[in-house]
T-cell receptor, first 117, second 115 residues
Framework: DAGVIQSPRHEVTEMGQEVTLRCKPI?????LFWYRQTMMRGLELLIY????????DSGMPEDRFSAKMPNASFSTLKIQPSEPRDSAVYFC???????????????FGEGSRLTVL | AQKITQTQPGMFVQEKEAVTLDCTYD???????LFWYKQPSSGEMIFLIY??????QNATEGRYSLNFQKARKSANLVISASQLGDSAMYFC????????????FGPGTSLSVIP
């Protein structure tokens, strides 16, 4: 398997612009997680899905952030409008259901580094 | 409330020595899993080791072992025979079954291996 695929790897945009980050999870994984990483706040869980359904979005900072998972192989995280404080690395991770010998470890993508000027 | 605590922001260890990275957690869920991840300066997140709450024995994976003390709610990572390539950020994470498998991370510990 190719692993979790995120795009773009790097994005530089200006304040006020819309940003869309994309994620393709590992085939067969039931869970998809979006995290944001900054020096100040560490790895924050933004939202996660189980079988394409959002389970917990309490980590989404505000209404400017939205996430969708229209099917099992694709998810997006959108920021509209973007602000400089949104600058961070955004990670997508997927996992199978924890069961028996399956630990439910998270498999991470390489991250999308967002810079908002 | 922060559920995972890693009290050592930065650690140094001499090459070939062993080092312990601390992790304490807070949960009332009887079924949970604990994970350790490594993040080198290149940025990728690398899974190292897993411990289930019902596991009787401490987990081991090569040079990594997990010192699991359930009553104290601690899951310390032990790296034996440190190598220069072990220099990285290390994150402890917890997955709670009754929280619909939510996975949260601690603040991390930066480890530097000195030649």
């Amino acid at each position: 398997d190719a692993g979790v695929i995120q795009s773009p790897r790097h994005e530089v945009t200006e304040m006020g612009q819309e940003v869309t980050l994309r994620c393709k999870p590992i085939s067969g994984h039931d869970y998809l997680f979006w995290y944001r990483q900054t020096m100040m706040r560490g790895l924050e869980l933004l939202i996660y899905f189980n079988n394409n359904v959002p389970i917990d979005d309490s980590g989404m900072p505000e209404d400017r952030f939205s996430a969708k998972m229209p099917n099992a192989s694709f998810s997006t995280l959108k920021i509209q409008p973007s602000e400089p404080r949104d600058s961070a690395v955004y990670f997508c991770a997927s996992s199978p259901i924890p069961s028996g010998a399956n630990t439910g470890e998270l498999f991470f993508g390489e991250g999308s580094r967002l810079t908002v000027l | 409330a922060q559920k995972i605590t890693q009290t050592q922001p930065g650690m140094f260890v001499q090459e070939k020595e062993a080092v312990t990275l601390d992790c304490t957690y807070d949960t009332s869920d009887p079924s949970y899993g604990l994970f350790w991840y490594k993040q080198p300066s290149s940025g990728e997140m690398i899974f190292l080791i897993y411990q289930g709450s019902y596991d009787q024995q401490n987990a081991t994976e090569g040079r990594y072992s997990l010192n699991f003390q359930k009553a104290r709610k601690s899951a310390n990572l032990v790296i034996s025979a440190s190598q220069l390539g072990d220099s990285a950020m290390y994150f402890c994470a917890m997955r709670e079954e009754t929280s619909y498998d939510k996975v949260i991370f601690g603040p991390g510990t930066s480890l530097s291996v000195i030649p």
